[in-house]
């Protein structure tokens, strides 16, 4: 027993070891856009320029989500998510606001029928449908359709002055875009009907410790910590960590029993790619990896 200990330490050990003698990563943005997007930027990010960050545009009205801006941003998403250069994207706002929600001037003469022939929402299905990660670094407001948007994203980093609300009960209605549901899940439905009801908003430190985010920093780095974070998981096999998503996101979609059915299988699958070989081999002879993604 002694024996197998030790070998796992000095295994263990020698794997940290590699981690620090690779190089540390400096963020840096390079503007590599050739789209003319009128309410979104992107760029790529990070020393391996491997990060997207896709950043909401429409600072007059505090990022509201027009059908314009979903439009884009589903646009842009699905160019990430074809880019194989491309691990991780980073879904930001502004300083004041990550998305004050749905443009409801836009939608204020929205009509019963008109929602439902217009399929009114489509395209705000695209985030939760992106297979590759999403972390949402929210500073500001993130209300409504801004919150439901940063539900949608794997991770929310927050910035120390973010601020989550589902008010859409002030204006007489409800949330569309998964407030009563992915809310609900994460903090529970004590919180999440408190929110819901009185449309009050909690701030980042609450949101981190309900599980809505999962980390706080001061509003200047939040950027630079989420492309950080995309970085790392961009480490790994985007195959492996795409299969990594779609399993913790069954979690979120169906019973216990189906799920660890699902990751079982999901586990075993991976023993079929080239990336599962070279990660146990690389540990084996206490090297760094050297994933394909095959
Ligand atoms: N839609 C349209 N315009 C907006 C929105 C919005 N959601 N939020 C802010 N704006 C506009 C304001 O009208 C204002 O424009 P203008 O200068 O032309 O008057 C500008 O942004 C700046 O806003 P304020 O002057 O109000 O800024 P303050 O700092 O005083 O207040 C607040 C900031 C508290 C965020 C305030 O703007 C506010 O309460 N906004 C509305 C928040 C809200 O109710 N969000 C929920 C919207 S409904 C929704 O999201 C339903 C989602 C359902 C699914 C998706 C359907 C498409």
């Not at 314009?68 to 502004?94: H, N, P, Y």
């Not at 002030?170 to 949330?175: E, H, M, Q, R, S």
């Not at 909690?202 to 974070?229: H, Y």
């Amino acid at each position: 027993m002694a024996n197998i200990a030790k070998i796992f330490a000095s295994r263990a050990q020698g794997v940290l070891q590699a981690a620090a003698r690779q190089p540390q990563v400096a963020t840096r943005f390079s503007s590599s856009s050739t789209n003319n997007w009128e309410y979104i930027k992107t760029e790529v990010a990070g020393e391996g320029k491997n990060v997207a960050v896709i950043t909401l545009n429409r600072p007059k009205a505090l990022n509201a989500l027009c059908n314009g801006l979903m439009k884009e941003l589903s646009t842009a998403l699905q160019q990430f998510g074809k880019d194989k250069t491309i691990s991780a994207i980073v879904l930001t706002g502004s300083e004041k606001a990550f998305a004050a929600g749905a443009d409801i001037k836009e939608m204020v003469g929205n009509t019963y029928s008109q929602c439902i022939q217009g399929n009114f929402l489509n395209d705000w299905t695209e985030v939760a449908r992106t297979q590759k990660p999403i972390i949402a670094a929210v500073n500001g407001y993130a209300l409504g359709g801004g919150c439901e948007l940063a539900m949608m994203c794997d991770i929310i980093y927050a910035g120390d002055k973010a601020k989550f609300g589902q008010p859409e009960i002030a204006l007489g209605t409800i949330p569309g875009a998964g407030g009563t549901q992915r809310l609900t899940r994460v903090v529970g439905k004590s919180k999440a009907m408190e929110m819901c009801l009185t449309g009050n908003m909690i701030g980042a430190q609450e949101a981190e410790k309900l599980g809505l985010a999962s980390k706080v920093v001061p509003a200047d780095q939040l950027l630079g910590e989420a492309v950080k974070l995309g970085e790392k998981i961009g480490t790994h096999s985007n195959l492996i960590v795409q299969l990594c998503k779609e399993a913790v996101n069954t979690a979120y979609e169906t019973t216990l029993q189906e799920g660890l059915k699902f990751e079982r299988r999901t586990f075993h699958a991976t023993f079929s790619t080239s990336d599962r070989k070279e990660g146990m081999t690389a540990f084996a002879e206490k090297r760094p990896a050297k994933f394909t993604n095959e």
